[in-house]
């Protein structure tokens, strides 16, 4: 139920309950006080707010046709219907008619009361009649009107409207009536804020109470209701924000256990070439290469591991803006032969020197072209050979890389020979931090960080990558990029 219902429900009830309550106050009040002469008919509206000059009043017209009526037709008063009739129209104003033959009661239209009213009635010809405006017999309250005539066997008569006068003492109904209302005010104000309270404040405190425990950073207090309406969308948005809060804050602590696993990998990783590369110039400083060979040879190593602490640098520079999804692309067409052996060219230097054996096949057409930043395009080669290499476990390690036409892309294999990835480890290798040798080394190490950057340029140039492996024998990368063609030179990557 909705807020404003509510308040429309609460209003409605302050304005028609005590109403109703005190109407119904003023009845029960009134006829109690009116009884208190043994009465048992109920007393209507009229009856209980209406003076005794308003009963005479009331009974006038009927008097006034009765005597019309006997004055026509001197029988009619002992017409048991004609009386019946005239009975039955005074009922609802508590008042009937009641005949006397002589001493007798000839007719009554309220048998119970006229036994009582009976016997104190005024005699034949008293003043009451002779006045014509009635007689109140205070002791028992009752209104009477008579009217005096002659029965057809010449019986003296008398015929009676008798009217139950609601006689209440204004004082004692004054004060049941503050009372009632006082209480009928105290029951509908004590309902309504109960009600209230259930409906709206106690689940707004119980909202409070939650905000309280997310901002003492209880994030798992739960609230649920079944409410659906306002109430019912505070606890729902109150449970997507503990959600989120507590999302956030599980990515937070993550986040921040990845932050120092990569610091400390990077550490690891920069202390091993640094104290290579400080071993070497202390063998060049103290002598120790003392020919020209091993001189090159050291100079060579020394140049090694700077790449490798600058591809870590690199690396970490580029996490950053991956991060921030802030990676810079330069976009240009380049024609994948060339790219390719260029890039394969400058790798081999590199893995003649490890000792690697790097194999290079195209099987593209000499004008297949593709849209690619060629410096980020060359990081996931990269990337991806320096994975090799550093999981290479062989004597003699090999690399094997093909560029294979696929009808509308270009798909790239980078296969080596090295320990390859435990099944249960491939569908995570492009996970951020993601390490699947758990137990580094200082020979392997790594930022756990490669393989995401990888994945996160070729998604970033339309493309997808995936990798399958047989774990002691071989890991084979493979991505996908879409070709160029000329009428999508306007074509967004």
């Not at 017999?137 to 209104?143: E, S, T």
Request: net charge negative; with cysteine; charged share 25%.
């Amino acid at each position: 139920m909705t807020f404003r219902r509510k308040l429309f429900i609460a209003f409605t009830t302050i304005i028609i309950l005590p109403m109703v309550l005190v109407t119904i106050a003023f009845f029960v009040i009134g006829n109690v006080l009116a009884r208190s002469d043994g009465s048992k008919e109920f007393l209507s509206y009229s009856q209980l707010s209406e003076n005794m000059q308003s009963y005479a009043v009331a009974v006038e017209n009927v008097y006034d046709e009765i005597r019309h009526d006997y004055q026509e037709n001197p029988e009619i008063l002992e017409n048991y219907d004609y009386l019946d009739k005239i009975s039955e129209e005074l009922r609802s104003r508590n008042t009937y008619l009641l005949i006397r033959k002589g001493s007798q009661l000839y007719y009554s239209g309220n048998e119970e009361d006229s036994e009582l009213v009976f016997r104190v009635l005024p005699g034949y010809g008293s003043e009451a009649d002779q006045s014509g405006v009635g007689l109140y017999l205070n002791n028992m309250n009752r209104f009477v009107k008579q009217l005096d005539f002659t029965f057809s066997d010449g019986s003296k008569g008398s015929l009676f409207i008798v009217t139950h006068v609601a006689r209440m003492e204004s004082k004692k109904l004054i004060a049941g009536m503050f009372f009632s209302m006082m209480l009928t005010l105290f029951l509908t104000a004590l309902g309504l804020t109960s009600w209230l309270r259930r409906s709206m404040f106690e689940p707004i405190n119980q909202l409070n109470i939650a905000m309280k425990n997310i901002g003492d950073g209880n994030l798992d207090y739960i609230l649920s209701t079944t409410e659906k309406a306002e109430i019912g969308e505070l606890y729902q948005n109150y449970e997507e924000m503990r959600l989120r809060l507590k999302e956030s804050a599980t990515e937070k602590l993550e986040d921040e256990k990845n932050s120092r696993e990569l610091i400390s990998n990077i550490s690891h990783d920069l202390k091993t070439p640094i104290t290579s590369i400080k071993g070497y110039v202390e063998g060049l400083m103290d002598g120790i290469a003392n020919t020209p060979e091993k001189q090159s040879k050291y100079l060579h190593t020394i140049y090694n591991k700077a790449n490798d602490m600058n591809n870590l640098i690199n690396e970490l520079t580029l996490y950053s803006k991956i991060d921030s999804n802030k990676i810079p692309y330069n976009f240009r067409k380049l024609n994948v032969a060339e790219y390719f052996a260029d890039c394969v060219e400058e790798i081999g230097m590199d893995m003649e020197s490890r000792g690697i054996e790097l194999n290079y096949s195209n099987l593209v057409s000499p004008d297949t072209m593709i849209i690619a930043d060629p410096e980020q395009l060359k990081r996931v080669i990269n990337n991806i050979i320096g994975n090799s290499v550093k999981y290479m476990d062989k004597p003699h390690g090999r690399i094997d890389i093909r560029v294979l036409d696929e009808q509308d892309s270009v798909r790239v294999e980078i296969e080596d020979n090295g320990k390859g990835i435990a099944q249960r480890d491939l569908p995570n290798i492009f996970d951020r931090f993601y390490r699947a040798d758990s137990s580094r080394n200082s020979a392997k190490g790594g930022s756990g960080i490669g393989l995401s950057i990888v994945k996160k340029i070729i998604e970033d140039h339309g493309g997808y990558i995936w990798a399958t492996s047989q774990e002691g024998a071989w890991t084979r990368m493979q991505f996908v990029l879409r070709k160029y063609r000329e009428k999508e030179k306007d074509a967004v990557v």
